[in-house]
């Protein structure tokens, strides 16, 4: 059937008429503006002869924006390049004439493939026009990976550029060291200085204050769409939210977040009002999903999960921005706290727990990401400690959240069709129970 075939066309051949597509929602059209605005900015402010960056996503960002710094996030651009299916050109060459690994993460081998054509050395076609400008500095955490260490220093020595880098280490507690905080706010004084020197720039506590404000008010907003998941039905498609973790990735410090979170928040709670969801089909199931999305195949793995009716409420990911701290000593705690990857399997599984519960999940999903080692690394013990506490059945599906060739269609589909068989028999022992 042609795409454009509308009802009346569709009821005079006979064939079932085909769902109008639903119109996009405000906060998704001001998504769309924000980041065009941010590639925009970018681009003038090169030309203007400013210093521009390029930053890890859990970087306090604050800092940047406080001193009206341009960044660009490589790992959201690679996501942007991956889901749009134009991955191919920039993996081949990576692993090709650039000599690296096909063991790398997935963002790094499309970003550094994208920077070496920036550079004039590759020669790959950039399908956005080059809107990554060519950075004048890196920013830095490893408090996602230590891959990413690597990956801006092979940047760095290419293109000849400084990387600003804050080590939050690996954390084996279920909380942040006073001794750690030091050593993180020590860095972060470090870099404020240093920041200021090489990009000219001055430091202004009161902007700093206000910047930390607006930032607190965006986790809380998005903290809050995202708490809006535990009611029955929910009123989101689960994978809708993954949309709006660049606003926090690339903008938390930002009113315009704070517009496009207090839009979703307006219309989720439209939604509840209404009875009505954005969820396309009655919602039978109720799942967390564990890892980064698999941005490639993210319609197929939304398409298989809507034959069953299966709703990702709970996502142990997209919380990794929700950042909240009322100084700099507030913001080196909770940025060594951010990220699932720094948490000891305690922790993790402490705060999984705790989702399945408020969500009313009946199972989970693990994305076993070829890309993301350290991720999965302590997948398996999670996912079996977990179940065994939560009374909560699992599947896991390997994957990869970049490079297209490490999945498998009918595995996923093989795997989601055990699940449901599982959760079915669950409900109806609860059922039985019941009665
Ligand atoms: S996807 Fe995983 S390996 Fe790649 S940068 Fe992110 S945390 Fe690191």
């Known amino acids: 059937m042609p795409e454009t075939m509308n009802a009346a066309t569709a009821t005079a051949t006979g064939a079932a008429p085909s769902k109008p597509k639903r119109p996009k929602a405000k906060s998704m059209l001001m998504l769309g503006e924000q980041t065009n605005d941010l590639y925009e900015r970018a681009r003038k402010a090169k030309e203007a002869g400013e210093k521009v960056g390029w930053s890890a996503s859990i970087f306090p960002q604050e800092i940047a924006e406080t001193l009206g710094l341009v960044v660009l996030y490589p790992e959201n651009h690679s996501a942007g390049i991956a889901a749009r299916h134009q991955a191919d050109p920039f993996l081949q060459e990576c692993e090709g004439p650039l000599g690296y690994n096909n063991d790398l993460c997935a963002y790094a081998k499309v970003n550094l493939a994208y920077a070496s054509t920036l550079e004039g050395k590759s020669h790959v076609e950039l399908p956005d026009g080059g809107k990554m400008v060519k950075p004048d500095f890196l920013l830095l955490t490893n408090n996602i990976c230590t891959q990413l260490t690597k990956w801006y220093e092979n940047l760095a020595y290419s293109m000849k550029i400084p990387v600003f880098f804050i080590d939050t280490c690996y954390n084996p507690w279920d909380h942040v060291t006073e001794s750690r905080v030091r050593y993180v706010r020590s860095q972060i004084d470090a870099l404020i200085e240093n920041l200021c020197k090489f990009t000219g720039k001055k430091w202004d506590e009161e902007r700093f204050k206000k910047i930390m404000k607006i930032s607190q008010r965006n986790s809380y907003l998005w903290e809050r769409a995202n708490n809006l998941m535990d009611h029955i039905p929910s009123p989101?498609?689960?994978?809708?939210?993954?949309?709006?973790?660049?606003?926090?990735?690339?903008?938390?410090?930002r009113e315009s977040t704070t517009a496009i979170l207090e839009q979703l928040n307006k219309e989720i709670e439209q939604h509840l009002k209404d009875g009505t969801s954005t969820y396309p089909v009655k919602e039978q199931y109720r799942v967390s999903w564990d890892g980064i999305a698999c941005w490639p195949y993210l319609k197929h793995n939304l398409h298989t999960l809507k034959q069953y009716g299966i709703n990702m409420v709970a996502s142990s990911y997209?919380?990794?921005?929700?950042?909240?701290?009322?100084?700099?000593?507030g913001m080196a705690r909770a940025y060594c706290f951010a990220s699932t990857n720094g948490d000891n399997a305690s922790t993790m599984i402490h705060r999984r727990l705790e989702a399945l519960k408020r969500f009313h999940c009946e199972g989970t999903i693990y994305h076993v990401n070829r890309s993301c080692k350290v991720m999965d690394c302590q997948m398996m013990e999670v996912q079996r400690q977990l179940a065994?506490?939560?009374g909560v059945p699992f599947t896991a599906f390997d994957g990869d959240q970049a490079d297209y060739r490490n999945y498998s269609e009918a595995q996923f589909e093989t795997r989601i069709q055990g699940l449901v068989e599982i959760m079915q028999e669950n409900k109806e022992k609860k059922a039985e129970e019941a009665k």
């Open 388 to 390: 065994k506490l939560a």
């Open 236 to 253: 989101l498609s689960g994978f809708e939210l993954f949309n709006y973790m660049s606003c926090m990735v690339c903008h938390r410090g």
């Open 318 to 329: 997209g919380k990794a921005w929700a950042i909240e701290y009322e100084d700099l000593d």
